[in-house]
């Protein structure tokens, strides 16, 4: 059974930070691109981070550039997104995504950052 579990997400005041982690089961985690992916009510679902199933190359969305940092830990099934200075157009939920010759999906975790 393919699992992907978001935790981390919370409340966070403007500048502050925080870390999601996506723990990943039932697929060869090794072998999938992992992905962030972000949405807000109404709109769009937004791609946030990327990183190749090694671990060696990484994309970001230009806004987040600087301040966000996708990882991840192939022996323990896991990806990360690690925050920081977070605005209050970062606020959304936040989704956990595996590709490769399938696609998964995790059930989101909020980040709302507001003072």
């Known amino acids: 059974q393919v699992q992907l579990v978001e935790s981390g997400g919370g409340l966070v005041q403007p500048g502050g930070s925080l870390r999601l982690s996506c723990a990943a089961s039932?697929?060869?985690?090794?072998?999938?691109?992992m992905s962030w992916y972000r949405q807000v009510p109404g709109k769009k679902r937004e791609l946030v981070a990327v990183?190749?199933?090694?671990?060696?190359?990484?994309n970001y969305k230009d806004s987040v550039k600087g301040r966000f940092t996708i990882s991840r830990d192939n022996a323990n099934n896991s990806v990360y997104l690690q925050m920081n200075s977070l605005k209050p157009e970062d606020t959304a939920v936040y989704y956990c995504?595996?590709?490769?010759?399938?696609?998964?999906w995790g059930q989101g975790t909020q980040v709302t950052v507001s003072s």
């Open positions: 995504n595996a590709a490769a010759e399938y696609v998964y």
């Open positions: 039932g697929f060869t985690f090794s072998r999938y691109v």
């Open positions: 990183i190749s199933s090694a671990g060696s190359s990484t």
